[in-house]
C-alpha cells in the first residue's frame, strides 16, 4: 500500500484504477476522477460542500479552521475515517458535526473515491506556521523535545511514536497514517482528544492508551515536532531544522 501514492499517480489518465492489498481478500475499485470532482466541486444535491473549502485546494489542511492534511496520508486511514464520520463513530464533540453530515452524504463507492484522490495528489511539505500561530496566542511546543518523545517515547509511560507511525511519523499502511506534515492545530485537538475520550476510534485503543500519558507540554512538543518533520533526515546527529537536538539542549 505505500507504494500506492505512485501508481495512481501513473494512471490518473484512466477512468477507473483497482487497488489490490494483501490486507483484503476483495479488490477495490476506485474512480480517482470522480473523487477529484467530489474533493473539489462537493455533492450539491446532497449538501456536501467541497473539501478543498476547508482542507485546501491542495488538501494539505487548515490551520485556522482545525482542517487536517489529507493528501497522501493513507488511502485506508481515509475510507476509515470517512466511514467512522458516516456511522456516527467519530462525531461533534471532537472535530464538528459538519463532517458527520457530509460523510452520510457520501456512498461508500464515494468515500472511496476520494481517499483514493487525495492519496494521488503530489508529495507536498507544508509545515505549520509556528511564528504565526504563536503570534496568535497559542501555545506553541519545542521540537527539539518533541522528536525525542516521537523517536524514544517517555520512559515508562509512553511509546515512541515511530513503533506505529514510522520513522518521523511517515506513516505505516494500511493501519497507521503519515502524521508527518500534519497541522499543528489539527495533531494538537486530537492528541488532546484521545487523551479525553472524546476520540475513541483507534484500532484497540491504542491512541487513548498512548495519549492519557501525555502532558499538554508533550502533547505541544510532539505536534510542534511532527507538522515540520521530514521523511528522512541528514547524518551526523537528529536534525531540526539546521540544528541537532544535541545542539537545541545546549542552548535550553
Avoid at 470532482?37 to 488538501?59: R, Y
Avoid at 492519557?212 to 507538522?227: G, Q, R
Wanted: aromatic content about 6%; some cysteine.
Amino acid at each position: 500500500m505505500r507504494n500506492f501514492s505512485g501508481l495512481a499517480m501513473a494512471c490518473l489518465g484512466a477512468a477507473m484504477l483497482t487497488i489490490t492489498s494483501t490486507t483484503f481478500a476483495e479488490e477495490v475499485k476506485v474512480n480517482i476522477a470522480n473523487g477529484k470532482n467530489i474533493f473539489e466541486n462537493g455533492k450539491p444535491d446532497a449538501g456536501v460542500a467541497a473539501c478543498q473549502t476547508c482542507h485546501g485546494e491542495k488538501a494539505l489542511g487548515n490551520d485556522a479552521m482545525g482542517a487536517p492534511r489529507l493528501a497522501n496520508i493513507g488511502y485506508v486511514y481515509v475510507v476509515k475515517q470517512l466511514t467512522n464520520f458516516a456511522e456516527g463513530k467519530r462525531t461533534g464533540n471532537e472535530v464538528g458535526a459538519v463532517m458527520n453530515g457530509f460523510a452520510q452524504a457520501l456512498t461508500e463507492q464515494e468515500r472511496r473515491d476520494v481517499a483514493a484522490y487525495v492519496n494521488t495528489l503530489p508529495m507536498a511539505t507544508e509545515s505549520s506556521d509556528l511564528a504565526a500561530l504563536k503570534a496568535e496566542g497559542r501555545s506553541i511546543g519545542e521540537p527539539f523535545k518533541g522528536q525525542i518523545i516521537v523517536r524514544y517515547g517517555v520512559t515508562n509511560k509512553v511509546s515512541a511514536c515511530q513503533t506505529c507511525h514510522g520513522f518521523n511519523g511517515r506513516g505505516a499502511d494500511p493501519v497507521y497514517p503519515r502524521i508527518a506534515q500534519q497541522k499543528y492545530v489539527y495533531l494538537v485537538n486530537q492528541l488532546t482528544h484521545w487523551r479525553d475520550g472524546s476520540r475513541a476510534n483507534d484500532p484497540l485503543g491504542q491512541m487513548r492508551a498512548v495519549a492519557k500519558n501525555l502532558t499538554d507540554e508533550d502533547i505541544n512538543n510532539v505536534a510542534a515536532f511532527l507538522t515540520q518533520a521530514s521523511d528522512s533526515t541528514v547524518g551526523g546527529g537528529m536534525q531540526v531544522g539546521n540544528e541537532t537536538v544535541l545542539e537545541n539542549i545546549l542552548k535550553h
